[in-house]
């Protein structure tokens, strides 16, 4: 390991700097309140200069153990100049005016980190990223178990110096020259998820809810889900939606939106009390529960469209395609559950494990997969890019371990971890991969190496996405064997027309074959990359 300062010992000495100022809850919202717009519905609404996570110019230093596989040569010239970078950031901490906030992440008797936020306030609007991150997490219980871990954030650094820097085996991360919630948000999570690896967890970037459903011969049964996927891909919006279960004795409870903590016995620990939702397009009719939610006084956004008498606009995407808001989980009520944490499966009917794709051309909207198949659905991530990511890249198509931006150390090991742990568990845990996008987009290339989209994607709708979450938790699907995957698909769904998301009915057989052999290339060479991988894993989903 390179000669850097003690970042750790550094971080624990900031908390009692002459120049820090510590910050509870209520001084946070009063501060931060003259440099909000208030809205109609009495929120604050804040806007950042940087509007999404800076993944293109973050690195993780430490041992072998958290280097990246991978950097670019931006992202090399960062990690080489780290010890330089620090020193200069020690000497700016040791004159700068600070705000603290401490949280604690988690709400359990076996692992909870502590957070603290040390923020720069040298411009003194950057006070609302303290306020915003800390109305995601809950209040500092030193006496619970867990790491101590630090981000600080210098909004102010040069922004041709930007940069995020990642010690997670100290437990501490430099965000400098952004002022984005979301990596405040982000930067403790990844932490936590590499300790909670220690610990023999796996950190997941899923969501989670409790459902009690009627099934065919007319008994209740509870299951936990999992729901994995990457920002824009509608993780937040089917962990906080109901499905329609309204036969008596029927109930959904919201559980988290984004990162747990999944033990080998089933059990996932929660994380957070406020949802950083994305509210690009949120709707009262398609996301009733998530609307509702949305506009109580207390949800505090960022980069939202609010006119000058306060009305909120979530269509319009002028500022960015990446507006947030922090909604607090209590307002999901009477679907909020009383506990952050998701029991273990012993004590369930079952744990369903639903991976969220957003794909346009073959992939069916909803596959049943086999314990190889569901690992290799982790291992692949498929997606496209969002505003949340890089959005130079919105629309592309991508692929991310997990779902998971932000694992730190050997990705092979966490597909093989999700491995062991189906066939642990069999036929207790079911685990299926749902398509969020569509079928039928066909794209052609240009001269200059770009693609235009020639005929749009036959795009599946919440509602119907939301019957197929019903049908499954109702055990109401009769599953039938797919040709060209080798997964297992609906024949029929009540209440959405799957006939129309038959791929037949959208391509010649030609071109079936084309997606469908492209497709598995690019799985092969992505999984490719991990020769520590499970060959099973490999295999699955690309052969």
Not at 66 to 90: M, W
Not at 398 to 427: K, M, S
Not at 451 to 456: A, I, P
């Amino acid at each position: 390991m390179p000669d850097y300062i003690a970042v750790g010992e550094s971080a624990r000495d900031l908390y009692h700097h002459r120049n820090v100022t510590h910050l509870s809850a209520s001084q946070g919202r009063e501060m931060a309140r003259p440099f909000a717009q208030i809205t109609e519905f009495g929120n604050l609404n804040f806007h950042s200069n940087v509007r999404n996570r800076s993944a293109a110019l973050t690195v993780c230093a430490g041992s072998d153990r958290v280097r990246q596989s991978s950097l670019s040569p931006r992202q090399q010239a960062i990690l080489d100049g780290v010890p330089a970078t620090l020193v200069k950031v020690q000497r700016y901490l040791d004159r700068a005016p600070i705000v603290c906030t401490r949280r604690t992440m988690g709400d359990n008797s076996v692992f909870n980190p502590h957070c603290t936020l040390y923020t720069s306030t040298y411009a003194k609007d950057t006070v609302r990223i303290p306020y915003m991150w800390g109305e995601t997490l809950l209040p500092y219980r030193p006496q619970l178990p867990g790491p101590e871990l630090a981000a600080i954030f210098v909004p102010e650094w040069p922004e041709r110096e930007r940069q995020v820097l990642v010690f997670p085996e100290d437990g501490v991360t430099f965000a400098l020259g952004s002022d984005y919630v979301g990596e405040a948000k982000k930067g403790c999570l990844r932490m936590a998820m590499w300790f909670a690896k220690q610990e023999g967890m796996l950190g997941v970037h899923a969501g989670s809810k409790i459902v009690e459903a009627r099934g065919p011969d007319g008994k209740l049964r509870r299951y936990s889900m999992l729901l994995f996927g990457l920002s824009a891909t509608g993780k937040t919006t089917h962990s906080c939606h109901t499905h329609g279960l309204e036969d008596e004795g029927e109930e959904m409870d919201v559980v988290q939106d984004d990162v747990c903590f999944l033990r080998e016995d089933g059990s996932a620990l929660g994380t957070e009390r406020g949802f950083y939702l994305k509210t690009e397009g949120l709707d009262p009719h398609s996301q009733p529960l998530l609307y509702h939610a949305a506009i109580q006084s207390d949800t505090v956004f960022e980069n939202v469209m609010v006119d000058a008498e306060g009305h909120i606009d979530f269509q319009d995407e002028t500022i960015t395609s990446n507006g947030r808001g922090v909604v607090q989980m209590a307002h999901f009520a009477p679907h909020a559950s009383d506990t952050i944490n998701v029991p273990p499966v012993s004590e369930l009917d079952g744990l369903l494990l639903v991976f969220i794709t957003r794909r346009n051309t073959v992939v069916p909207v909803v596959s049943k997969l086999n314990a190889e198949q569901a690992a290799a659905a982790f291992m692949l991530g498929e997606s496209i890019e969002s505003s949340a990511g890089d959005p130079r890249r919105v629309g592309e198509s991508v692929r991310v371990v997990g779902t998971n931006p932000f694992i730190v150390g050997d990705e092979a090991a966490e597909g093989n971890w999700i491995y062991d742990f189906l066939q642990t568990h069999g036929d207790r845990v079911q685990a299926y991969l749902i398509n969020t996008g569509g079928v039928g987009e066909i794209r052609e290339k240009l001269p200059d190496g770009t693609s235009r989209v020639r005929r749009e994607v036959d795009r599946i709708q919440i509602p119907e996405t939301s019957a197929l979450f019903r049908a499954l938790v109702r055990g109401k699907v009769k599953w039938v064997d797919e040709p060209y995957f080798g997964t297992r698909v609906p024949a029929q769904v009540d209440g959405a027309d799957i006939r129309r998301f038959d791929v037949e009915s959208h391509y010649s057989q030609q071109e079936i074959g084309e997606y469908v052999d492209a497709l598995k290339r690019e799985r092969r060479e992505y999984l490719d990359q991990f020769p520590t991988l499970n060959p099973a894993i490999a295999k699955a989903l690309a052969d």
